[in-house]
């Protein structure tokens, strides 16, 4: 009998599996009724169909990109895309200008954000600012009075120098309105120069020359605010951390800001054009780090972090067309793919059934739990990450039948090979356990290391199918761990299976039982010859290894020589 705890063990294994099925079901169910979730995962491009947008940039009359300058547009395009999702969108270049985006289903105005924002970002100094006027006489493309100079009095010293603030600028900036229709046109000021501009809570600023660029940024990510405690605010912020060259210019225009007074003092963070936020300087910051605050939502800030952490685009783009597109392959593909799983699923089925007779029901009960683990996982992540499934990765989830499977043979194998070793089935599925773990463990990290790789080099459809090898690379040992052990402990408590039946499969004389224990070989006869009625015997021949075959050869070569000595000394005596 298999050890109580053993038993226990398994039990509260299997009951820990059963949480996790309620957990992924409960949370489904969950975002059906209250969300958008669905019972079955979204489908990618090219079996659902989508929408494609064609983006024209925004150049001079008679300029024309070029097409590095496009290479990066699709790169930059593509990367802000998949930061929601592995939703395996197609972006490409049409002609020598244009930068088409095809994407799954319906894009949100968060994703059509991402698309289209060039997320030009630039730090600059604030030299004046006032609550903006609601008057619309003068737009702020208006001609300022040519009476007005536009050369500064003195030659400005730096950037926050108020001698940038020339007579014509401050009558521009005393009429400039935020409300007019003519305002998104702000911004377009030279970097060297200053910029009349607003934010979104109606303040108008006069900024200084850019003195930190987008480029600078190293890396951005959105989070809530906390405490010197660490305690949350519940305040959404976007932290950034800048190169070795933006830290160096961020300590330098840190260090000259905390010295000066009044709306000198804030550095205004532009994007696009419009003030996002302009914070007062509390110090010198001298470790690269900065964090943008504001009336963020958690959507805003994570697609404010993609923007600036992809980079800006080279080129301004608009959208030309927005159009929904058909399915590239289709339903009639993806039944092809599912049928070609079905018969794969099958295949290994027969073959399992063939080989361990009724422990093959063990392997398909298995693969039945696999499958749907999967299933709820893809459909869970279709919701959170909206993960789309593809031709490609109902490939990477019809291999992971063959890498499912073969964890099954590696642990049956290890226990037939206890029971040849003399031991009782549930002493076996224990020791057999020990030493297939290793092997299935060491598998599945090479078979996810590959599928990570994958993943980080690919694009488009090649994504999705590593995706899905890594997702079931992860689901087969789950289910090795919480499964296919503690059912396989189980059942060695039945008779079945614990006495040997020929048809369970672990009969130890159809598998040739070599030992009698530990290191106690069954000897067959010298020279491995043996009768035929002698099926048993044959077959323990048959599973010898060599170095077990050898030792059989010596010790009747030991007892043939023994033989030989009493018959020469029978004969002298």
């Known amino acids: 009998m298999a050890q109580p ?20 079901i409960g949370t489904i169910a969950g975002g059906v009724i209250w969300s958008t979730a669905t019972w079955t995962p979204k489908l990618a491009l090219d079996l659902e169909g989508g929408t494609q947008i064609i983006l024209t940039p925004k150049l001079e009359s008679g300029e024309t990109p070029s097409q590095e300058q496009l290479d990066q547009a699709v790169s930059i395009i593509r990367q802000r895309v998949d930061a929601s999702g592995v939703s395996e969108a197609e972006v490409t270049t049409q ?27 630039d730090f600059r100094p604030v030299l004046a600012a006032s609550v ?38 401050q009558a521009e900036f005393d009429s400039f309105d935020c409300n007019s229709t003519t305002a998104d046109d702000a911004g377009q000021a030279p970097a060297d120069q200053p910029l009349i501009t607003c934010d ?51 300590a330098d225009v840190t260090t000259r800001l905390y010295g000066l007074t009044g709306v000198q003092n804030q550095f205004a963070i532009v994007l696009d054009g419009k003030v996002i936020t302009a914070p007062t300087t509390g110090g010198a910051f001298t470790d690269g780090k900065a964090q ?27 959208t030309q067309s927005q159009e929904d597109i058909s399915a590239t392959l289709g339903s009639t593909q993806l039944l092809s793919g599912l049928l070609a799983g079905a018969i794969g699923l099958l295949l290994v089925v027969i073959y399992s059934l063939i080989q361990y007779r009724l ?51 590696v642990y049956f194998e290890r226990i037939r090979d206890e029971l040849r070793d003399g031991r009782a089935l549930n002493s076996s599925v224990q020791a057999g356990w020990k030493r297939a773990i290793r092997t299935i463990t060491a598998s599945d990290a090479v078979n996810f290391l590959a599928a990570a790789v994958l993943y980080v080099l690919a694009i488009g459809n090649v994504r999705g199918f590593a995706f899905t090898l890594g997702l079931t690379t992860i689901v087969d040992i789950i289910v090795v761990m919480l499964f296919t052990h503690p059912l396989m402990t189980l059942l060695a408590e039945l008779p079945f299976f614990r006495d040997g039946h020929k048809l369970s499969g672990l009969d130890p004389r159809a598998l040739g039982a070599v030992y009698r ?57």
Do not use: C, H
Not at 146 to 163: H, I, V
């Open 5 to 24: 705890t053993a038993v226990k063990k398994a039990w509260k294994t299997l009951i820990w599996l059963g949480v996790i099925f309620a957990v992924l």
């Open 95 to 121: 002609g020598a200008q244009n930068v088409v985006v095809s994407i799954p289903g319906q894009p949100d105005e968060a994703t059509l954000s991402r698309i289209e924002s060039s997320a030009k970002l």
């Open 132 to 169: 903006a006027t609601t008057s619309t006489t003068t737009s702020p493309s208006a001609t300022p009075d040519p009476s007005l100079s536009t050369t500064p009095t003195t030659s400005p010293t730096n950037a926050s120098d108020l001698a940038y603030i020339t007579p014509a600028l």
């Open 200 to 250: 979104s809570n109606g303040v108008k600023y006069i900024l200084g020359p850019v003195e930190i660029e987008g480029a600078d940024i190293a890396d951005a990510s959105a989070g809530v605010a906390t405490t010197q405690n660490g305690s949350s605010t519940g305040q959404w912020v976007v932290d950034i951390s800048f190169n070795d060259a933006g830290t160096q210019k961020f």
């Open 292 to 318: 943008i605050s504001g009336s963020f939502t958690q959507e805003s800030a994570q697609t404010l972090a993609d923007q600036l952490k992809f980079g800006a685009l080279p080129i301004g783009f608009t």
């Open 359 to 409: 422990l093959g029901t063990v392997t398909i009960a298995s693969l039945v739990v696999a499958a749907a683990l999967t299933y709820l996982l893809v459909t869970l992540m279709s919701w959170r990450i909206d993960f789309r499934l593809s031709l490609a990765g109902v490939a990477g989830l019809i291999v992971a039948i063959g890498i499912t499977a073969d964890s099954f043979i």
């Open 517 to 573: 224990g530990r290191a106690q070989f069954r000897t067959p006869a010298v020279g491995t010859t043996v009768s035929k009625k002698n099926a048993a015997s044959k077959e323990a021949v048959k599973r010898q290894t060599i170095a077990e075959r050898k030792a059989a050869e010596l010790a009747g070569a030991k007892t043939g020589s023994d033989s030989n000595r009493s018959t020469d000394e029978g004969k002298n005596s």
